[in-house]
């Protein structure tokens, strides 16, 4: 079965800096799909990042990029230049890919890192 | 607007009533989910309804009853709940089909106290 793990339950960064949130995964499939999500005070899981097993550039999306070590099942999070906004509970989510049958395939979660910015 | 609407966002109930949760979607998406939310455990997926027709129970209790009357509402009808239910319930829908597949979008969950 897959699992996620998230080493860190909690981080800390100053405004402006860079920061990076680690996550690891077992499986035995060679197609999948990596998501990291945020989930605010306001509660609203909201979509970061995803990244497909099968490229090997690492997905980008603005400020947020990842590290995708397929080899050591790594999927690290790093936040540049950090807002106050990004303060948040973040969780990695592991998903296979569609079944043949083109059902969805459950996301299996980490435990999540809550990050605090510090002005 | 989030796409995805839970209501209500906060409710107390005793173990003994009967209260329902409700989802709504607006993003057109085939695919609804129900998950549980409890500190220091990974969120647990309850329930997943495909085309209204629910595809997966995950061993979850007889007291909590899922409906999905169209693919834009789900309901989570609660009864003889307790204490240890108490957790954010949160919602979410995804489009899913052959080929082609998003991301889960979530609502911003009930925060469910049983008293």
């Not at chain 1, 979509?47 to 070590?69: C, D, G, H, M, P």
């Amino acid at each position: 079965a897959q699992t996620v793990t998230q080493s860190q339950p909690e981080m800390s960064v100053q405004e402006a800096e860079t920061v990076t949130l680690s996550c690891t995964y077992d499986t035995s499939e060679s197609d999948y799909y990596l998501f990291w999500y945020k989930q605010p005070p306001s509660r609203q899981m909201i979509l970061v990042i995803r990244q497909e097993a099968y490229k090997q550039q690492n997905a980008t999306e603005n400020r947020f990029s990842v590290n995708f070590q397929k080899a050591a099942k790594s999927f690290s999070l790093k936040i540049s230049d950090s807002q106050l906004g990004d303060a948040a509970m973040y969780f990695c989510a592991y998903r296979s890919d569609l079944d043949g049958a083109g059902n969805n395939r459950k996301l299996i979660w980490g435990l999540g890192t809550s990050l605090a910015v510090n002005p | 607007e989030t796409g995805v609407t839970q209501t209500p966002r906060h409710l107390v109930m005793g173990m003994t009533n009967k209260k329902s949760l409700k989802c709504e979607q607006h993003l057109g998406h085939n695919a609804m989910y129900w998950y549980k939310q409890s500190a220091k455990k990974p969120l647990e997926l309850m329930f997943v309804y495909s085309l209204e027709e629910r595809v997966e129970n995950n061993s979850v209790p007889s007291r909590f009853s899922p409906e999905c009357p169209n693919s834009s509402h789900l309901f989570l009808h609660l009864h003889t709940l307790q204490p240890e239910d108490s957790a954010l319930y949160l919602c979410a829908s995804s489009q899913d089909s052959v080929g082609v597949h998003t991301e889960a979008f979530f609502g911003q969950g009930t925060r469910l106290t049983v008293v």
